[in-house]
């Protein structure tokens, strides 16, 4: 970690300002965890990989869970998933941190984007979402929230919720989280977003690591499935009701030790 933070550039608002510092100042305690140098130098390389594989790609490439995950989220009457599911989130992330591995931008076109709208719905405190090429920007740092357009800051934020941008590496950041600190999400990243096995494996080691004792990993369709079905310290949490008949592809495990 740097000894001085991201400042937000000249020009902005102060209400925008200390927005960005709040949120900057957040991230140095969250991102407490230093990587040996070996680990830091695989976990660089597998990134430049992952970097690499994704650009290459084109649209034909992309399944309907990794292009299309929001509709998966929506219910029968195309509203943000279902009450009893919302309530169940709610119950266990109201005032909590919550990560969104390969979120993406958290306002689009000048409304807020799904994830955001969730977090927001279910009370979480912080929402940060991570990506390192939907954020649109060159700057790749891990350890501060991404200035892309300020504005957002105070358009998407309310009392209860903040949301904080970082442009980073998925497996970079997840690395450099506390232990047992946070709960995650993650949509649609799945074997034909990250198709290194390596990665996957780093990737899911540090989830597993890094979620809080009574934490939640869920979301969709996602490489983190199979092994937190399969890992002893994680249980299958129902997340809709029997006969709602909706949740295909949808997934979610609670850190019971």
Not at 4 to 29: D, H, Q, T
Not at 72 to 97: A, C, I, M
Not at 148 to 154: E, H
Request: hydrophobic content about 40%; aromatic content about 8%; charged content about 30%.
């Amino acid at each position: 970690m740097p000894e001085e933070l991201a400042k937000p550039n000249e020009g902005i608002s102060a209400k925008e300002r200390l927005a960005v510092e709040r949120k900057n100042a957040f991230l140095a305690k969250f991102l407490t965890r230093n990587p040996e140098s070996a680990e830091k130098k695989l976990h660089l390389e597998l990134a430049a990989k992952q970097r690499m594989a994704f650009s290459e790609w084109d649209e034909a490439q992309f399944t309907p869970f990794s292009k299309h995950w929001e509709q998966v989220l929506l219910n029968k009457e195309g509203t943000l998933f279902s009450p009893d599911f919302l309530e169940k989130l709610s119950h266990d992330l109201r005032g909590d941190t919550l990560v969104d591995l390969g979120g993406s931008v958290p306002i689009s076109e000048g409304k807020l984007t799904t994830m955001p709208n969730i977090a927001r719905e279910i009370g979480v405190r912080e929402y940060i979402t991570v990506d390192s090429a939907g954020l649109m920007t060159d700057k790749t740092e891990v350890d501060r929230v991404v200035e892309v357009n300020f504005d957002l800051y105070t358009k998407v934020d309310t009392p209860e919720t903040e949301v904080l941008a970082v442009n980073a590496d998925m497996l970079d950041f997840v690395s450099r989280v506390t232990d047992g600190s946070a709960n995650f999400v993650l949509n649609g990243i799945d074997g034909n977003v990250i198709r290194d096995e390596e990665y996957r494996e780093e990737l899911v080691k540090h989830v597993v690591r890094a979620t809080k004792l009574g934490g939640l990993v869920w979301g969709n369709t996602s490489v983190v499935e199979k092994p937190l079905s399969e890992n002893e310290n994680f249980q299958p949490v129902r997340i809709f009701s029997e006969g709602n008949g909706h949740d295909f592809g949808m997934f979610c495990y609670k850190k019971v030790k």
